[in-house]
């Protein structure tokens, strides 16, 4: 299995409602990066979180990070129709190797 | 404007016949990668390089070619490409990942079809 795991892997809720994702990693990390894709458009980056952090904000999206579990999570609150979209996490160590995950795809309602 | 620049978008091409897809950037980025996209699982990374005439094997680099002979750009080759190799391919590049700051930017994707 890859390293990065995202769980749920679908997920729907109704526009302002929070959605919450979850990402697994085997392996120590120098950090740790969010980023959404649009169907079959290339991906763009959300959020990075370093691995001696752990917890990050920008706007709306609120990441966390456990090292000792190796696991993150992003939050999205008031969530749009606009969020709709698959959510990637991302890991890199120092030597250049980056591991994406299965990614989550996200439904919000109307 | 930043950007990652992959050409084709879209391609088309028979097994055993020799393709390239280019990738450039200009934001003087050290590090560049490919990856392909499946259904079902995620991105694969195939190969990356830290600089201009380095580079390292991903998860999944068989089948495929790259070089780095300038920092800008990054070009796939698929010397003789087969069906397993239709997928969905990006090209990304950011800061040295040793910096710290990753922050990774992608190209729009190139669409191959291997019939």
């Known amino acids: 299995s890859q390293q990065g795991e995202e769980d749920p892997q679908a997920l729907s809720i109704q526009e302002g409602e929070n959605a919450t994702m979850n990402c697994s990693y085997k392996?120590?990390?120098?950090?740790l990066q969010w980023y959404r894709q649009n169907s079959g458009r290339g991906l763009v980056h959300l959020i990075l979180?370093?691995?001696?952090?752990r917890e990050k904000h920008s706007g709306r999206l609120r990441v966390t990070l456990d090292t000792s579990k190796k696991s993150s999570s992003l939050l999205i609150t008031a969530s749009r129709a606009a969020d709709t979209a698959s959510y990637f996490c991302?890991?890199?160590?120092?030597?250049?190797?980056?591991?994406f995950g299965d990614g989550t795809t996200l439904t919000v309602k109307p | 404007e930043a950007q990652v620049t992959q050409n084709p978008r879209y391609l088309i091409t028979v097994t055993g016949k020799k393709l390239t897809v280019t990738c450039s950037q200009n934001m003087n980025h050290e590090y560049m990668s490919w990856y392909r996209q499946d259904p079902g699982l995620g991105l694969r990374q195939i190969y990356y390089?830290?600089?201009?005439?380095?580079?390292d094997k991903g998860d999944v680099p068989e089948g495929y070619k790259v070089s780095r002979k300038e920092k800008r750009n990054f070009p796939l080759i698929l010397e003789s490409p087969s069906p397993n190799q239709t997928s969905l391919y990006f090209c990304?590049?950011?800061?040295?990942?040793?910096?710290?700051?990753?922050?990774?930017?992608f190209g729009q994707g190139t669409r191959l079809t291997v019939v």
């Open positions: 991302a890991t890199n160590t120092n030597a250049g190797k980056s591991t």
């Open positions: 392996t120590s990390i120098n950090n």
């Open positions: 979180i370093r691995s001696n952090e």
């Open positions: 990304a590049s950011s800061r040295n990942p040793g910096q710290g700051n990753t922050e990774a930017f």
């Open positions: 390089s830290m600089n201009v005439e380095v580079t």
